[in-house]
């Protein structure tokens, strides 16, 4: 039975910082292209972040420079360090994690900016 499990949400100001994690397990995890989406009330889910099998990430645009993917196949875990965090980053973070045609998500870490 395959989990992702996301943790580190919360509340942070704006221009702070705050690391997502997302461990996996029931997977050979270093197989798959990990991926953080995020989505904000009444708005598409959007990618944010990839990061694949060989270590290459990918950035939205809205996130490029601010936020950085890592992944560690060791402890079957991807992280997500946001820094410069706008209230616009605010919405519920999800992991996915892909392989051909196997897909699993995780139930979602609230990320909330405000002051």
């Known amino acids: 039975q395959v989990q992702l499990v996301e943790s580190g949400g919360g509340l942070v100001e704006p221009g702070g910082s705050l690391r997502l994690s997302c461990g996996a397990s029931g997977l050979t995890f270093r197989l798959y292209t990990m991926k953080w989406y995020r989505q904000a009330p009444g708005k598409q889910r959007e990618l944010v972040a990839t990061i694949s099998r060989g270590n290459v990430p990918n950035y939205a645009d809205s996130v490029k420079g601010r936020f950085t993917i890592s992944r560690d196949d060791a402890k079957n875990t991807v992280y997500l360090q946001m820094l410069s965090v706008k209230p616009e980053d605010t919405a519920v973070y999800h992991c996915?994690?892909?392989?051909?045609?196997?897909?699993?998500w995780g139930q979602g870490t609230q990320v909330t900016v405000s002051s």
């Open positions: 996915n994690a892909e392989y051909y045609k196997s897909s699993y």
